[in-house]
């Protein structure tokens, strides 16, 4: 039992309290003191009644029915971020796996699993196996599907800076959801992708050249 509901129970029983107690002293009283007595806490009974009774009594029934999944998985989301901030990457991917069991067809969880290993732990293998792992379970809906593909697909290219496989995989969405948002984005990615991979191979080649004019002899 929470705190919060002790404390309404405990108005609650306050208020009968008060109420008896006024009584007592009314009841001898003759007819039309007690009329007045009852009008009263007719009408302030009521106002307590759909100001605080009522509104209680939602909150409580809204939570019971609609809500106390959501209250987990934000409960395990926050024990995750509380872990990787003092450096428990163990701990964090620990309470991302008990969302996973909780909800698995969820794929947010395993792709923040992905990503503390490759961020946090620098094993992006560790990373992939997880994530395809996770592809390969399944037939999954075409959005989540995309989802963990682009997510292979980021740690081939940022953390193993291989831009063939990262090719190849968004290559995959492109064939697997044509005419998709999916698809077009992956072929943007692709255009990024290349460019880089350009980038990179004329930065490759002015160190080579700068190093072979520096290694030349001197006439």
């Known amino acids: 039992m929470n705190r919060e509901l002790i404390i309404r129970l405990c108005l609650a029983v306050l208020a009968i309290l008060i109420v008896m107690l006024l009584w007592n002293a009314v009841k001898g009283a003759d007819d039309g003191m007690k009329l007045v007595f009852v009008i009263v806490m007719g009408v302030i009974g009521g106002i307590l009644m759909v100001k605080f009774v009522i509104p209680w ?22 024990k995750a971020a509380a872990c990787i901030s003092q450096g428990d990457y163990a701990g964090a991917i620990s309470h991302y796996e008990k969302m996973l069991d909780d909800k698995p067809d969820d794929p947010f969880p395993v792709a923040e ?88 191979i004329m930065e490759q080649r002015g160190k080579a050249q700068a190093a072979d004019d520096g290694s030349a002899p001197v006439a």
């Not at 009594?57 to 987990?72: H, L, P, Q, R, T």
């Not at 959005?143 to 995989?169: G, Q, Y």
Request: glycine share 4%; charged share 25%.
């Open 113 to 200: 699993i992905a990503k503390i290993h490759a961020e946090r732990l620098h094993d992006p293998h560790a990373a992939l196996r997880a994530l395809e792992e996770h592809l390969q379970s399944k037939d999954w809906p075409v959005d989540d599907a995309a989802f963990l593909m682009f997510r292979i697909a980021d740690v081939h290219l940022t953390h193993l800076h291989d831009f063939e496989t990262a090719h190849d995989m968004l290559e995959q969405v492109v064939g697997n959801f044509p005419n998709t948002r999916h698809s077009a984005n992956a072929h943007h990615k692709i255009s990024e992708l290349e460019q880089a991979q350009y980038k990179l």
């Open 57 to 78: 009594i939602g909150d409580a029934f809204g939570e019971a029915v609609f809500s106390s999944g959501e209250k987990v998985e934000q409960d395990e989301m926050t």
